[in-house]
């Protein structure tokens, strides 16, 4: 069994913590998904070519703002949150050109 961050005060947390969100962290190597949004489908979109075109696609961020969005951590367990391990910082940043990074201030 793989390692999952502690703080899970319910059947549901423990369970969400067994899924890998390690993969979601700055720079910094500080997690940072905080929460997700249900389903969008795609395929609502595909009379617009959506796919295939150079033409914006801020519809489909606009559809996104519609959706619910649903906490993982609380701040209580974030505040318990371990960094990111060396290793897995590495494998997840190889091959990325850190000048087109955004990269935040330390706190």
């Given amino acids: 069994m793989r390692y999952h961050d502690a703080g899970m005060p319910d059947a549901v947390s423990r369970g969400q913590s067994y899924f890998d969100f390690s993969f979601c962290f700055n ?5 940072t998904l905080r929460a997700y949004s249900g389903p969008l489908k795609l395929s609502r979109f595909d009379g617009k070519n959506w796919t295939e075109t150079d033409d914006d696609l801020e519809y489909i961020g606009d559809a996104f703002r519609t959706l619910p969005y649903y ?24 091959g ?12």
């Fill in 27 to 31: 720079t910094l190597e500080r997690k």
């Fill in 71 to 94: 906490e993982l951590p609380n701040s209580e367990q974030v505040a318990r949150l371990v960094e990111v391990e060396v290793d897995l910082s590495k494998a997840g940043l190889t």
């Fill in 96 to 107: 990325w050109d850190f000048a087109g990074l955004n990269v935040p201030v330390a706190e």
